[in-house]
Nanobody, 125 residues
Framework: QVQPVESGGGLVQAGGSLRLSCAAP????????MGWFRRAPGKEREFVAA????????YYRDSVKGRFTISRDNAKNTVYLQMNSLRPEDAAVYYC??????????????????WGQGTQVTVSS
């Protein structure tokens, strides 16, 4: 199993950038599909992005396409979420999640087995 730990959140102005990291120590990291979700105050946790075991397939929610990039480094047991052109509506707690499956749908929250504690992203207008 893996235990994701997020970092990299913070306060940024609208239009700025942040890079989130998710470390998941363990020899089996490369066998997990990794995802990012977020939850804004008063809203449900929603899918943001996911990346397959090898990084060859990536998935995004429509509102972040062209602005966010998910990537992974299996040698470092880490997945990243580069967030550019941030908007106030991107403000949320961002969670990293892992599932040991190559089949989706990867935007389906209950699919994931392991979750991190989250990192806060605040975007000022």
């Amino acid at each position: 199993q893996v235990q994701p730990v997020e970092s990299g959140g913070g306060l940024v102005q609208a239009g700025g950038s942040l890079r989130l990291s998710c470390a998941a120590p363990g020899r089996t990291f490369s066998t997990y599909t990794m995802g990012w979700f977020r939850r804004a105050p008063g809203k449900e946790r929603e899918f943001v992005a996911a990346i397959s075991w090898t990084g060859g397939r990536v998935y995004y929610r429509d509102s972040v396409k062209g602005r966010f990039t998910i990537s992974r480094d299996n040698a470092k047991n880490t997945v990243y979420l580069q967030m550019n052109s941030l908007r106030p509506e991107d403000a949320a707690v961002y969670y990293c999640a892992a599932v040991r499956s190559g089949s989706g749908p990867f935007d389906y929250r209950p699919l994931y087995d392991y979750w991190g504690q989250g990192t806060q992203v605040t975007v000022s207008s």
